[in-house]
């Protein structure tokens, strides 16, 4: 059965980098487009953070500001992002998805969701 996983997540300072990891299981991740967005305890799920599509052009929400890093390594058909400069208001679980589909800006669009990482930054 297809899936992603998702990891990497954990508590780190603010100031400091992690990076999460979404590998697939069951289908080959490199012909797909894939996203990682973000839910904050109590609040609304964020639009797409970052992107990188099945061609490997990226797309990063204007909020980075150049902070996160999206990126694949097809031979370990797994996405990675690389997560810098860490902000307490980074704070949330962080999930992967994963589509063939066109519509790739909001979470409807995707397939496949991993089952989220949780990142916790402490000031």
């Known amino acids: 059965q297809p899936q992603l996983v998702d990891s990497g997540g954990g508590v780190v300072q603010s100031g400091g980098s992690l990076r999460l990891s979404c590998t697939a299981r069951?289908?080959?991740?490199?012909?797909?487009?894939v996203g990682w967005f973000r839910q904050a305890l109590g609040k609304e799920p964020e639009a797409s953070l970052a992107?990188?599509?099945?061609?490997?052009?990226?797309h990063y929400a204007d909020s980075l500001k150049g902070r996160f890093i999206i990126s694949r390594d097809n031979a370990k058909n797994t996405v990675y992002l690389q997560m810098n400069s860490l902000k307490p208001e980074d704070t949330a679980v962080y999930y992967c998805?994963?589509?063939?589909?066109?519509?790739?800006?909001?979470?409807?669009?995707?397939?496949?969701w991993g089952q989220g990482t949780q990142v916790t930054v402490s000031s």
């Open positions: 998805a994963a589509t063939r589909g066109s519509s790739i800006m909001t979470q409807s669009g995707y397939e496949y």
């Open positions: 069951g289908f080959t991740l490199r012909w797909y487009a």
């Open positions: 992107i990188i599509r099945a061609d490997n052009s990226t």
